[in-house]
C-alpha cells in the first residue's frame, strides 16, 4: 500500500513563492512516476506537473511553466513542488500522486493553496 502525505500549503499574497512537500511511503520510490495534481471549486482536477522515474524528465501544465518547479529526492522518498510568482487562480486543493508504470495511481489527502490580497 503507497502512502502520500502532503505539507506546504498556505495562504499567501500575489506574486509570492511555497514549496509543496509530498513524502512517500513506497519500498522504491525511484521506480514511480510522481505528479502534482490540482483541484479548484468547480473545476476538474488538472495535472500541473510530473516527473518520471527513469530520468527524472519533468513535464508542466502550460499555465505554471516558468513559474512552478517539479523536484524529487530519491534519497528522502519525497518530492517538491516549488511555486513562485503565484496568482490567484493558482488557488485550489493540490494533490500529489503515484504510479508505477501502468498501474494503480495513488492520491495524497491534498492540502490548500490559497493566493490572495
Known amino acids: 500500500q503507497v502512502q502520500l502525505v502532503e505539507s506546504g500549503g498556505g495562504f499567501l499574497q500575489p506574486r509570492g513563492s511555497l514549496r509543496l512537500s509530498c513524502a512517500a511511503s513506497?519500498?522504491?520510490?525511484?521506480?514511480?512516476?510522481m505528479c502534482w495534481y490540482r483541484q479548484a471549486p468547480g473545476k476538474e482536477r488538472e495535472l500541473v506537473a510530473g516527473i518520471s522515474s527513469a530520468d527524472s524528465s519533468t513535464n508542466y501544465a502550460d499555465s505554471v511553466k516558468g513559474r512552478f518547479t517539479i523536484s524529487r529526492d530519491n534519497a528522502k522518498n519525497t518530492h517538491y513542488l516549488q511555486m513562485n510568482s503565484l496568482k490567484p487562480e493558482d488557488t485550489a486543493v493540490y494533490y500529489c500522486?503515484?504510479?508505477?508504470?501502468?498501474?494503480?495511481?495513488?492520491w495524497g489527502q491534498g492540502t490548500q493553496v490559497t493566493v490572495s490580497s
Open positions: 513506497v519500498f522504491i520510490f525511484s521506480t514511480y512516476a
Open positions: 500522486s503515484a504510479r508505477y508504470g501502468q498501474g494503480r495511481r495513488y
